[in-house]
């Protein structure tokens, strides 16, 4: 027993040591990132991952619990009005099979059939910006050129079958410190109202309540409590739509990215972002992802669900997330990423 624990404390104290001496590889305070990794990359501030961070994010799984921050999608599911509807259809049945019969083998007469085995498999015709989602760096562009993050342009990079750079395939597996910053809990109510912008000051408050403090490396999910209302599938799309609008803007994301040096910012919402009522002099009217997907090539969450965390008052965890190996896709969609502490 003895020499167990010994070897035990040594593991651990091997892991908090590598943790606590991993330094930031480009990242600087009161900059960020930018376009720093070379012309070819498609990564942005994921590239912070590395085997020191990843023991680092593991060595906060203490009980063994593991949380589901995906939501449940079906075709009646909110959306951002700017993305195509869903549809799940059955492309083969058991009784299509039979009554079309161009499978023998899976017909009840077959010779090798004798059980009955049959089959479904189904079509899917869905947008790659619903439900639990991270959107890719070129999910936005800008400028006459239509450029995304690290200069790939449209003409260049575009294409009909999905972009050709930066596409959601090149996201990397994500293990991470994950930080919810419940601002809803801070407030005092089940959600933020309808076009809240959450400021510096709402995330400092959070975070001093919380008795949480920020860490580089971090992967950061602010709660607004807009996911209480989606019941199932989000089909209640009144409700969802009035808090949805909930949000940071710029001056938020900036301090999360340039001083703390958060790696990816999601939220329980569909957009991050307060866009609905933008400060004066505003140029783009999604700012928040410009500035994080574009500029600072700093991925985003969308719609994780981060009740069941709150309710526990888990505000430390690890973060784990894989996205759709699908090529040229613009997000990671419909995803299952995992919280677990």
Same mark, same amino acid.
């Given at each position: 027993?003895?020499?167990?624990?010994?070897?035990?404390?040594?593991?651990?104290?091997?892991?908090?040591?590598?943790?606590?001496?991993?330094?930031? #590889?480009?990242? +600087?305070?009161?900059?960020? =990132?930018?376009?720093?990794?070379?012309?070819?990359?498609? *990564?942005?501030? !994921?590239?912070?991952?590395?085997?020191?961070?990843? !023991?680092?994010?593991?060595?906060?799984?203490?009980?063994?619990?593991?949380?589901?921050?995906?939501?449940?999608?079906?075709?009646?599911?909110?959306?951002?009005?700017?993305?195509?509807?869903?549809?799940?259809?059955?492309?083969?049945?058991?009784?299509?099979?039979?009554?079309?019969?161009?499978?023998?083998?899976?017909?009840?007469?077959?010779?090798?059939?004798?059980?009955?085995?049959?089959?479904?498999?189904?079509?899917?015709?869905?947008?790659?910006?619903?439900?639990?989602?991270?959107?890719?760096?070129?999910?936005?562009?800008?400028?006459?050129?239509?450029?995304?993050?690290?200069?790939?342009?449209?003409?260049?990079?575009?294409?009909? =079958?999905?972009?050709?750079?930066?596409?959601?395939?090149?996201?990397?597996?994500?293990?991470?410190?994950?930080?919810?910053?419940?601002?809803?809990?801070?407030?005092?109510?089940?959600?933020?109202?309808?076009?809240?912008?959450?400021?510096?000051?709402?995330?400092?408050?959070?975070?001093?309540?919380?008795?949480? %403090?920020?860490?580089?490396?971090?992967?950061?999910?602010?709660?607004?409590?807009?996911? @209480?209302?989606?019941?199932?599938?989000?089909?209640?799309?009144? +409700?969802?739509?009035?808090?949805?609008?909930?949000?940071?803007?710029?001056?938020?994301? @900036?301090?999360? *990215?340039?001083? +703390?040096?958060?790696?990816?910012?999601?939220?329980?919402?569909?957009? #991050?972002?307060?866009?609905?009522?933008?400060?004066?002099?505003?140029?783009?009217?999604?700012?928040?992802?410009?500035?994080?997907?574009?500029?600072?090539?700093?991925?985003?969450?969308?719609?994780?669900?981060?009740?069941?965390?709150?309710?526990?008052?888990?505000? %430390?965890?690890?973060?784990?997330?894989?996205?759709?190996?699908?090529?040229?896709?613009?997000?990671?969609?419909?995803?299952?990423?995992?919280?677990?502490?």
């Amino acid at each position: 027993m003895h020499t167990r624990f010994v070897l035990t404390l040594l593991l651990s104290t091997t892991i908090m040591t590598v943790a606590v001496g991993a330094e930031p #590889l480009a990242w +600087k305070k009161g900059q960020g =990132w930018g376009w720093v990794w070379g012309e070819n990359d498609q *990564v942005g501030s !994921l590239n912070e991952i590395t085997p020191a961070s990843v !023991l680092s994010a593991l060595s906060l799984v203490q009980q063994g619990e593991i949380r589901d921050l995906g939501i449940l999608y079906s075709r009646e599911s909110y959306k951002w009005p700017g993305h195509s509807p869903g549809e799940i259809m059955t492309f083969r049945s058991p009784n299509g099979v039979r009554q079309q019969g161009d499978l023998p083998a899976y017909l009840p007469t077959h010779e090798n059939n004798a059980s009955g085995t049959a089959f479904h498999s189904c079509a899917v015709f869905i947008n790659d910006n619903v439900a639990t989602q991270i959107d890719g760096l070129a999910h936005i562009v800008v400028g006459e050129d239509r450029h995304w993050y690290n200069g790939f342009a449209e003409d260049d990079w575009g294409g009909d =079958w999905g972009v050709r750079k930066s596409g959601a395939e090149t996201i990397p597996p994500i293990i991470a410190r994950g930080i919810l910053i419940d601002v809803a809990g801070f407030k005092g109510v089940d959600a933020l109202p309808s076009k809240y912008t959450i400021t510096v000051e709402d995330l400092q408050g959070a975070l001093k309540r919380q008795h949480t %403090e920020l860490q580089f490396g971090d992967v950061v999910l602010i709660r607004t409590g807009a996911l @209480r209302y989606w019941a199932e599938t989000g089909s209640d799309h009144e +409700k969802l739509d009035e808090h949805d609008s909930a949000g940071i803007q710029l001056p938020a994301a @900036r301090w999360l *990215v340039e001083q +703390k040096g958060a790696i990816m910012i999601g939220s329980d919402t569909s957009g #991050l972002e307060q866009y609905q009522s933008l400060p004066e002099g505003a140029t783009s009217p999604n700012p928040v992802h410009e500035y994080l997907l574009v500029e600072q090539g700093v991925h985003i969450g969308e719609f994780h669900y981060l009740e069941d965390l709150a309710r526990e008052n888990v505000y %430390e965890f690890t973060y784990m997330a894989t996205t759709n190996k699908i090529k040229g896709a613009t997000a990671g969609f419909t995803m299952r990423p995992i919280a677990i502490y």
